[in-house]
């Protein structure tokens, strides 16, 4: 599915640690907010958040991190753009080294990022209710919406809704669900990374996982949540180290060279974590080997894309709340395009014509970023279902000391 750190001075580190995004009055909150990805705070003194995530009224709103915002913005636009070059690959060399140099870190990026702000998820009644709000009740809105529109757009009356499989996109969501209700486990195991791992290979020798709630992702993509979880202020403000931009451009040079010679030689599925080596016509064993090698390349092009990433606020910065509604948006667009062959048309395939397409879809997930969109789908990407919800005994005696009388 990121790269920069926050403002606060050129040596400074990134420190949500002083407030979390959901609640402003925890010093060491870091819960993530409706788009499933971490809303940090900014350096004192930065504009504030248009909003109280929390819902208090009276308290001071969670400032944003820039670096945060901004990393997720270009992660986005990265996902679209891989989406839009998936139809060019087969005739396009370069555009299937780009996919998949692309889809070597963008989703590992988001989802590190994504652990990192549920360190303290701890099953608490108001976390839960905010996971149940901006995990849970988007996946069903989407998936329902995507349900409707893959039976219209692509004239398949037989595509059956199915809460239990994912289709599309939505599976992130319900991977975010089950990775964040995990956090309690990693807190309490000796070497999380190394088990987390092992998971991870182990599923990828594991052909009979199945397709519920899309599970092959979750176990494969785990590694990258725990990492986030373990992952401190100081690591960031590593990255921000000179020498590590100077040494992630050759990494990334050679991931392209690699990516290029691997176009013909390796099947593309080991990308996307969603099979297992079986699945893919390999031997068992090589599902281990791929599960570490990719791992590590990951990684890599990770804290290289992640060292690179503005520090400043920019033009982009107020999109990265966004991109939750971006991801999801764009979906219909990437899936529309083929339903209705916008690719069929020669010029598409021209080199200017994959340009074009990168151009459009990295505009058109920028727009659905746009405040105005996500203000507009609130109601489905961050409902506050009160009527659903009971109230926790300490929020009840709150109400009966503030109650007039």
Same mark, same amino acid.
């Given at each position: ?29 870091? #819960? ?13 003194? $930065?504009?504030?958040?248009? #909003? =109280? ?25 990265? &996902? ?37 702000? @549920? ?8 976390? %839960?209710?905010?996971?149940? /709000? ?13 349900? %409707? ?17 994912? *289709? ?13 209700? #995990? ?42 949540? &725990? ?8 690591? !960031? ?48 064993? =090589? $599902? ?18 992640? @060292? ?23 979906? !219909?667009?990437?899936?529309? @395009? ?8 020669? *010029? ?13 879809? $990295?505009?058109?997930? =920028?727009?659905?970023? /746009?405040?105005? &969109?996500?203000?507009?789908? $609130? !109601? ?20 009966? %000391?503030? #109650?007039?009388?």
């Amino acid at each position: 599915m990121i790269n920069s750190l926050r403002p606060s001075g050129r040596h400074s580190a990134p420190t949500p640690s002083a407030t979390g995004p959901d609640r402003t009055t925890t010093p060491t909150d870091h #819960s993530e907010p409706a788009d499933g990805v971490p809303t940090p705070r900014t350096r004192r003194g $930065g504009p504030p958040a248009t #909003s =109280t995530p929390s819902g208090d009224a009276g308290k001071p709103a969670a400032q944003r991190d820039p670096f945060f915002d901004n990393a997720k913005y270009l992660a986005i636009v990265l &996902v679209a753009m891989g989406h839009a070059w998936e139809p060019l690959t087969d005739q396009s060399r370069t555009a299937n080294a780009l996919y998949l140099t692309v889809y070597a870190f963008h989703m590992p990026a988001f989802i590190l990022i994504s652990g990192y702000f @549920s360190r303290n998820f701890d099953m608490s009644p108001a976390r %839960v209710r905010k996971l149940l /709000t901006t995990v849970v009740a988007p996946y069903i809105a989407f998936e329902i919406a995507y349900t %409707v529109f893959k039976r219209w757009a692509d004239d398949d009356p037989g595509h059956q809704l199915s809460l239990l499989d994912p *289709w599309y996109l939505t599976w992130f969501l319900i991977a975010l669900f089950v990775w964040r209700v #995990s956090t309690p486990l990693w807190r309490v195991v000796r070497w999380p990374v190394p088990v987390s791992l092992g998971i991870a290979a182990l599923a990828s020798v594991s052909p009979n996982i199945g397709d519920d709630f899309d599970l092959q992702r979750v176990l494969q993509f785990l590694p990258f949540f &725990v990492i986030g979880l373990r992952a401190r202020p100081e690591h !960031f403000q590593l990255m921000r180290r000179r020498e590590v931009r100077l040494l992630s451009l050759p990494v990334f040079a050679a991931a392209l060279v690699v990516a290029w010679w691997a176009v013909p030689r390796m099947e593309t599925g080991w990308l996307y974590h969603s099979s297992s080596a079986q699945e893919l016509g390999a031997p068992w064993w =090589t $599902g281990p080997v791929m599960t570490f090698a990719l791992f590590g390349c990951s990684m890599a092009l990770t804290v290289g894309f992640l @060292s690179w990433v503005p520090r400043r606020r920019t033009w982009f910065t107020v999109l990265g709340a966004g991109t939750l509604c971006g991801y999801l948006l764009h979906g !219909f667009l990437a899936k529309g @395009s083929r339903f209705w062959g916008w690719y069929d048309a020669p *010029w598409v395939h021209e080199p200017y014509g994959q340009v074009v397409v990168t151009l459009v879809a $990295g505009g058109a997930v =920028t727009l659905m970023c /746009t405040p105005p &969109v996500r203000r507009a789908l $609130g !109601f489905a990407l961050e409902p506050r279902l009160a009527w659903a919800m009971r109230k926790d005994a300490a929020e009840v005696a709150r109400e009966r %000391v503030h #109650s007039p009388g």
